[in-house]
């Protein structure tokens, strides 16, 4: 078992969201009332979209969204205005409704057919060159699976380069830009979001073997904090005395 990690187990999707959404925005706070513009990097999938409505429902006057640096874990490679964009999902549930900087938003490039997958992952590598990240946020797959890095794949022994092209991803749309290990890991802070039973086995695999190839989560560590945020069913195969 690893013992570098915390938990924290909420009742069910709701609470976890809304838990998520109130240390998002006490954290994004903190670090701006010390002079510090946050560097949050954002994730896709399920929980995420919840925690990105609840952020803006709190939103008030306690954080300067102009402030914040915000990048993405990994995107999917189609079109810009396509509803598979973890981007776009960002931008309708949080970003439009509380008056970023365009300047400090940092998307993963779309598909516009100009540019091969290759070199829109590379064009990101670019973009986070030597970045430290305060928050580095990630959704966990039934899989395993975190950010576009998945099993058994060979994106997850990338360490000389921040990102990668996977053009053959097991979930659907198949091209994906990730951030890897070695970008991730750059995170202080790193929270695993998950929630639903249908993740329970991801979870104790990633906390409980540490097996990175079968269970790509188990790979993410923030250089001050490993947070997994679960709700009870994400958290339901995990020893008893863990939960
Ligand atoms: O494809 C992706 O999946 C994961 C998890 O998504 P979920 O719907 O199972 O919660 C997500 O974190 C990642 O950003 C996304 O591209």
Not at 24 to 38: C, D, F, K, M, Y
Not at 51 to 61: I, L, Y
Not at 178 to 191: D, I, K, M, P, Q
Not at 206 to 219: F, K, N, S
Request: hydrophobic residues 40%; proline residues 6%; without cysteine.
């Amino acid at each position: 078992m690893n013992d570098d990690i915390e938990l924290l187990v909420e009742r069910d999707a709701d609470s976890l969201a809304a838990a998520v959404a109130d240390q998002l925005v006490s954290s994004i706070a903190a670090l701006q009332a010390q002079g510090h513009v946050p560097s949050i990097v954002l994730t896709g999938g399920t929980i995420a979209g919840s925690v990105h409505r609840m952020v803006a429902a709190r939103s008030d006057d306690r954080v300067d969204w102009t402030r914040v640096e915000l990048f993405w874990g990994d995107e999917r490679f189609v079109p810009a205005d396509s509803g598979e964009r973890n981007e776009r999902q960002a931008r309708e549930a949080l970003l439009d409704h509380v008056g970023v900087d365009a300047s400090r938003v940092h998307p993963m490039p779309a598909d516009d057919g100009t540019v091969s997958l290759e070199t829109a992952a590379a064009a990101y590598a670019d973009e986070v060159r030597d970045r430290g990240f305060d928050i580095v946020m990630l959704g966990v797959g039934p899989d395993g699976h975190v950010a576009s890095l998945f099993p058994g794949k060979p994106s997850l022994t990338v360490v000389d380069h921040d990102t990668i092209a996977e053009a053959d991803s097991p979930k659907p749309p198949p091209s994906r830009i990730s951030l890897t290990f070695a970008a991730l890991n750059r995170g202080r802070e790193v929270w695993l979001l998950v929630s639903g039973e249908g993740k329970a086995d991801a979870v104790a695999s990633a906390i409980g073997t540490g097996d990175v190839t079968a269970t790509p989560a188990a790979g993410v560590r923030g250089t001050e904090q490993t947070l997994w945020m679960l709700d009870e069913g994400a958290a339901s195969r995990l020893p008893p005395d863990m939960r």
